[in-house]
């Protein structure tokens, strides 16, 4: 009997331990600003058309089937810890190949106190992220036809691992080109081809 009253005792005193330190932490939230959103590019409804150089003469259609704001435990924190103080914010839209065929396409950009991390992924492949989001790797560059400013040019340093080589992006229209190691590519393409149906 005595056991179980301790056992109440501790456990109430460290209820309101707990209960004390969360009332106590203050919390702040890095939230986007000014635009910043626009670095994941897509919106709800958004599509892209992707010329598959296996397949010159179709496109292959990409639509945003996701677009997600969440909060995030800031660097120091984890999900564990009874009061997290800084909290980053992170945003991620997707663009999802119609038929499933190809690896969706994401955007995520996560928002911190002083600065904006941004990372391309290539579903189930690779995530890259951009080194510098105030550096674009070319003032403008033809891509498909299409000259485009202020593009990213992220190499994989590591593309036998996850097959993806390069990623060439910019914040205006996101995904420009995903480049394979086998050298195929999915280029962003304004021409009016057929869409694929599979």
């Known amino acids: 009997m005595k056991s ?3 056992f109440l005792y501790l456990s109430l005193f460290g209820a309101s331990l707990w209960l004390s330190s969360c009332n106590d932490c203050e919390t702040t939230v890095a939230q986007f600003e000014n635009g910043d959103s626009s670095w994941t590019v897509y919106n709800s409804g958004d599509k892209i058309r992707m010329v598959d150089s296996n397949r010159p003469d179709t496109v292959r ?3 945003n089937t996701r677009i997600n704001s969440d909060p995030i435990p800031g660097e120091g924190f984890g999900p564990a810890d009874v009061c997290i103080e800084q909290y980053y914010t992170r945003r991620t839209s997707v663009m999802q190949h119609n038929a499933r065929r190809y690896p969706a396409l994401t955007v995520v950009a996560v928002r911190m106190p002083d600065s904006i991390r941004v990372s391309l992924v290539v579903a189930d492949r690779v995530e890259l992220p ?3 989001i105030n550096r674009p790797d070319h003032a403008s560059l033809p891509v498909g036809g ?7 040019d992220i190499v994989n340093t590591d593309s036998s691992a996850t097959g993806v080589s390069r990623i060439l992006f910019n914040r205006e229209h996101g995904f420009l080109q995903v480049a394979y190691l086998n050298k195929r590519t999915l280029t962003l393409t304004t021409r009016e081809l057929p869409a694929d149906s599979n």
């Open 130 to 132: 951009i080194p510098d």
């Open 146 to 152: 299409v000259t485009y400013q202020d593009v990213f």
């Open 4 to 6: 179980i009253r301790l």
């Open 61 to 63: 259609v990409f639509s």
